[in-house]
């Protein structure tokens, strides 16, 4: 993916879009120890409890259900009050200044 240490294997551009989640992502670390100090709504994901999570992405070729943008229309027609939340933005370590993550 992008943290793949040869370049030429680098996809993608960056993390997953969560909602009210928010972790520390250190890029330059090895993998399965770059995310960390994950919260779900202020209070620490436990890691003998299971949560429900939906996504938007490239996961596979073929999806079951509905069409996000069917699903998108659906709630926003039957939503009185659409609230706007502040977007979750991940803590990054160890890229300095680059919000765009250049191994330097």
């Not at 993916?1 to 997953?16: A, E, L, R, S, T």
């Not at 779900?40 to 890691?47: D, Y």
Request: with cysteine; charged share 20%; net charge neutral.
């Amino acid at each position: 993916m992008i943290f793949n240490d040869d370049p030429y294997q680098h996809q993608g551009g960056d993390m997953m879009r969560t909602g009210r989640l928010v972790y520390t992502c250190e890029p330059a670390s090895k993998i399965n120890s770059r995310i960390s100090d994950m919260s779900l709504n202020g209070q620490p994901i436990q890691a003998d409890k299971s949560y429900k999570v939906a996504r938007w992405g490239v996961g596979s070729a073929q999806s079951e259900g509905e069409p996000v943008w069917d699903v998108v229309e659906q709630y926003l027609k039957s939503a009185p009050v659409v609230k706007n939340h502040t977007p979750n933005v991940p803590r990054l370590i160890g890229v300095g200044a680059n919000p765009g993550f250049a191994n330097e």
